[in-house]
């Protein structure tokens, strides 16, 4: 098993950067490909980007891709997501998700889930 916490979320200016950070616990962390998903209110949760266990592969969403980049440090139990280039519609509630299958995009294939960061971009 393998337990998220999400951090990093916060208010911003459009255009502006932020990195969202995930911290896992659990030894088999490695094992496991993470991904970033997120929902805004009154809206289906949505894939935003992916990652493979070795880091070797990644996957976007449409919307954000040249703008966001996933990454992962196996040794510090950690996946990440840099956002640049930021938009009001980015605008959401930002979840971690880990899961044994790489290039999973449906929030319902997901086990392990982080109780979400924060992110609110302002025109």
């Known amino acids: 098993q393998v337990q998220l916490v999400e951090s990093g979320g916060r208010l911003v200016q459009a255009g502006a950067s932020l990195r969202l950070l995930c911290a896992a616990s659990?030894?088999?962390?490695?094992?496991?490909?993470m991904a970033w998903f997120r929902q805004a209110p009154g809206k289906e949760r949505e894939f935003v980007a992916t990652?493979?266990?070795?880091?070797?592969?990644?996957c976007y969403a449409d919307a954000v891709k040249g703008r966001f980049t996933i990454s992962r440090d196996n040794a510090r139990n950690t996946v990440y997501l840099q956002m640049n280039s930021l938009k009001p519609e980015d605008t959401a509630v930002y979840y971690c998700?880990?899961?044994?299958?790489?290039?999973?995009?449906?929030?319902?294939?997901?086990?392990?889930w982080g109780q979400g960061t924060q992110v609110t971009v302002s025109s």
């Open positions: 659990g030894r088999t962390f490695s094992s496991y490909a």
């Open positions: 990652v493979s266990w070795s880091a070797g592969r990644t």
């Open positions: 998700a880990a899961d044994r299958t790489y290039r999973r995009l449906n929030y319902r294939d997901y086990d392990y």
